[in-house]
Structure formats: structure tokens, C-alpha cells
């Protein structure tokens, strides 16, 4: 027979840290709400599960605490196992129902299974990649991505004690891993697995326990780049409200370490969102900052990207003559060549960005013929490694294509899309392709239009039923 006696659970006491019962349940209900859950988590809550009368939380609670501590199990956390709580006839009951989706990945990405099982929880494990690093982030206190909002109250968060080497380039590689996922599989699966290392890294920021030196700037460095990545993610996906509050907040921490770099990259995405928003004044502003940012970096390439970012404003507001003299800057920075000192996150722009992004200021004004050239030299010069951007410009080539009149080839183009949505999951890419299917309804009775149109129905179907 099972035991019944309450065992205080000394694991769960200790993730509290310093904050009181109620400022941790206030922690819990906003991870709750961060993943579309409801609970009524107060003080008494927390006390009961501390003292051991709440021995495994029901499939709600567990859904939020495995958010708030990804890597961790119930067991980790000091429950015990739902079957030696509930007995042999309850486990009967519990194993009918359907499991509940691990809420580590909430959105399962479809293509390539090798791939995807070996990374679909590499960003709730990037600070768990190595032993060192492991062992420095459990010596935070925090846990990993302890369910904190930026922003969040300090007493809300456990203090953690030195952060160093370990944790910095543990953020850095989260960095690096969230663009290479993204490069290859697009944004929709990503972004909310990515939210908890910076959630992460502004804790570590807020605890205030590296204030100057290299791995202060570092810190700051990363947790910038990150929120950047994070925002991307939301603009990809179309959450614009949210990307734009990411791109504020590595805005401001650009601001506050006095980093032009960060600066500059903060900025040249706000652009990007302004522009994609219909805000098209804010896309020349933000890009004109971002230029006076970076000024001084000495990277031709990065001033080229961003004389892009003002063309599309520019294109967007109808004005032809700033759009053209921003697009000859852009291409007299870019004939200078790359240099060493070209941003990290910049290894996609090259001769095929480039030319997908003087394609979409085409098509803002409204030169169809012209965008859908440019966007051809975009999808054969693309390097098959960047999926999702391949993808893109196939989607803008359609549309360009659509728009020109060219109805067989804007098929075709579209059929090389759809090829490739299956390793793509991008709700903007999804949206341009719509777009073009409004274009070609009225052309339906066309062959390969009809071809083109069904199975665009068909696997939009098939991606809302999954």
C-alpha cells in the first residue's frame, strides 16, 4: 500500500528562492498565461505543494511548470510520480486519455524527422549543452527560463550568485543555434521555445552580478543579440506586437552598454518590422538611425543592409526618388566588398538578399516586371542551405510573376515553393503565398493555374488539420 503521509517537498521550497508564496504564484500564473493556461495558483497553492499535500499537480500545473523549468522533469521537481499518486485503477483512466503535448516544443516542425529530433529542444537545452555550462547555470539559482517575463520583479527571481564565462557563452550559443534553426525550418516552430533563454539572460542582466569588464559587455552583447533573434521569431511568425517590443528592449540594451553594433542591428530589424507593418515613415526613421549607429563600425556590408531598410520605407511611401537613391547607396556600400568586421548575424545578406530585397521595393512601387527579374536572380543565386529564405524568394518570385501576368511561370514558381513548406514553417512566407493566390483566382480555368490553386488548397488543409 501506497503511503499517504505528506512529505515536504524541499526541491520546489528551494526554485522558490527568496520570493515570498505570493510573488512566486504570481510568477506561475504569468507562465501560465504565456503558454494559454489557466490557473488559480495563490500562496496557499505554493504552501501546500511545499508541504508536501499536493504530492503530483494535475495536467495543467504540470504543463506550466515544465514551461517555467524546461529540461526539468516532475520528479526533478520534487512531485512524485502520477501513478504512485493516483493508484493502479487511476493509471488505467490516465493512460486512455491522449498525452498532453510537451510544452517545451507547442509546436511540433514538420520536414526533415532526423533533423528535427535531434534539435527540436535545443533551445530549451542551450545552456545545458556542456558540463561547465550546465553546472555554472544551476549555480544561478534560477533555474532555466524560471518562468520570469522580462521585466519581471526582482523579488520574483532567486538572486544568482557570479555570472562568468560559462554563462555568457552559453547565451551566445543560443544565439547562434536559434539562426540556424531558423534558417533552415523558419520561425512558427521556434518562437516560443526560444523566449526561455531570454528570459534567462535578462535575469542575469537584472541580478546585476557582472557590472563591467569584457564579460559584462559580452552580456550585454548577447542578451541584446538575443531579444533581436526572439523578435525576429515573432516577426516571422506574425506577431508584430511582440517583435516590436523585442526589438525595443535590445534596443534599449544597446542604449544602455553603449553598443553601436547592437545599436545598429536593433534598429535595421525595426525597420524591417515598420516596413512588413504598414509603417512605412518609421522604416525610413529606424533606418536612418541605425545607419548614424553605425557609422564607425567600418562594415560596408552592414551600411549596404541598411540603405536596403530605406528603400523599402522609401518604396512603401511611394516616393521614387529616395527609394532609387537609396538603392544606388546600398549597392555602391555593397561593391566594397565583406570585411572582418561584417556583424556575425549578417552571414545571410549577400548577392541574393540583396536582390530579393531590391525586388520587394519593386513591387512596392508597383514595377512588376522589374521585381519579378530581380527576385529570379535572388532564387538562383540563394544558398540551398538557407531554406526559409529560399523559400521566401520563391513566394515573392510567384507574386511578382502573379502580378506581371505571367501566369504559367507564376505556377511554376509557386509549385517550387510549396516544395519546400514542408521543412519551412513561416507564417509570412504563408501569407505572401496567399496573397498571390488571390491574384490568380480570377485565372483559375488556366491549366496549370487550377494545378497550381489545388494543391495550394490542399496543403493549407492539410497544415490547419495538423
Not at 504569468?30 to 494535475?58: F, L, S, T
Not at 529542444?121 to 553546472?135: E, I, P, Y
Not at 541605425?290 to 530605406?310: C, I, K, W
Amino acid at each position: 500500500m501506497v503511503s499517504t503521509r505528506a512529505v515536504p517537498n524541499h526541491t520546489f521550497r528551494r526554485l522558490r528562492g527568496r520570493s515570498s508564496p505570493g510573488e512566486f504564484a504570481a510568477v506561475v500564473r504569468r507562465a501560465a498565461r504565456e503558454i494559454g493556461e489557466q490557473v488559480a495558483c495563490d500562496a496557499r497553492y505554493i504552501g501546500r505543494v511545499e508541504a508536501g499535500e499536493i504530492r503530483c499537480p494535475n495536467y495543467a500545473y504540470e504543463r506550466v511548470f515544465l514551461h517555467m523549468f524546461p529540461g526539468l522533469t516532475l520528479a526533478d521537481l520534487g512531485f512524485s510520480a502520477r501513478e504512485t499518486v493516483r493508484g493502479r485503477a487511476s493509471r488505467a483512466t490516465a493512460d486512455a486519455r491522449p498525452a498532453p503535448a510537451p510544452l517545451s516544443n507547442p509546436t511540433p516542425m514538420r520536414g526533415d524527422t532526423g533533423d528535427i529530433s535531434e534539435e527540436s529542444d535545443v533551445l530549451r537545452r542551450a545552456f545545458m549543452t556542456n558540463g561547465t555550462a550546465s553546472m555554472a547555470v544551476a549555480s544561478l539559482g534560477i533555474g532555466i527560463g524560471v518562468g520570469i517575463g522580462i521585466g519581471a520583479p526582482a523579488a520574483a527571481v532567486p538572486a544568482p550568485r557570479q555570472a562568468g564565462e560559462a554563462e555568457v557563452s552559453a547565451l551566445e550559443e543560443a544565439v547562434r543555434r536559434i539562426r540556424l534553426l531558423d534558417d533552415r525550418h523558419g520561425a512558427d516552430g521556434l518562437y516560443r521555445r526560444a523566449a526561455q533563454p531570454l528570459r534567462t539572460a535578462y535575469a542575469l542582466l537584472d541580478a546585476g552580478t557582472v557590472t563591467r569588464g569584457a564579460t559584462a559587455d559580452r552580456l550585454h552583447a548577447s542578451a541584446g543579440e538575443l531579444a533581436i533573434s526572439v523578435g525576429w521569431l515573432a516577426h516571422d511568425s506574425g506577431r508584430f506586437d511582440d517583435a516590436r517590443s523585442h526589438y525595443a528592449e535590445a534596443l534599449a540594451t544597446a542604449r544602455v552598454a553603449g553598443d553601436p553594433g547592437l545599436e545598429a542591428h536593433a534598429f535595421c530589424n525595426t525597420a524591417f518590422l515598420a516596413r512588413d507593418a504598414g509603417r512605412h515613415r518609421e522604416a525610413v526613421r529606424a533606418a536612418q538611425a541605425g545607419r548614424r549607429a553605425a557609422r564607425d563600425l567600418a562594415s560596408p556590408r552592414l551600411l549596404s543592409l541598411l540603405a536596403l531598410r530605406e528603400a523599402g520605407g522609401w518604396a512603401g511611401l511611394g516616393d521614387r526618388t529616395g527609394c532609387e537613391q537609396s538603392l544606388g547607396q546600398a549597392h555602391t556600400l555593397f561593391e566594397q566588398g565583406p570585411s572582418d568586421t561584417d556583424p556575425e548575424w549578417m552571414s545571410f545578406f549577400g548577392e541574393p538578399e540583396l536582390q530579393a530585397l531590391e525586388a520587394q521595393c519593386r513591387a512596392a512601387l508597383g514595377d512588376w516586371p522589374t521585381a519579378a527579374r530581380h527576385a529570379y536572380r535572388a532564387t538562383i543565386l540563394q544558398d540551398p542551405h538557407f531554406t526559409r529564405n529560399l523559400a521566401l524568394y520563391r513566394a515573392e518570385l510567384a507574386t511578382d510573376l502573379a502580378h506581371a501576368g505571367f501566369l504559367d511561370e507564376a505556377a511554376a514558381a509557386g509549385h517550387q515553393a510549396l516544395d519546400l513548406m514542408d521543412e519551412v514553417q513561416s507564417s509570412r512566407i504563408q501569407g505572401i503565398l496567399a496573397g498571390m493566390v488571390r491574384v490568380l483566382l480570377p485565372k483559375r480555368r488556366t491549366p496549370e493555374v487550377g494545378a497550381f490553386l489545388d494543391r495550394h488548397a490542399s496543403t493549407a488543409s492539410a497544415a490547419h488539420r495538423g
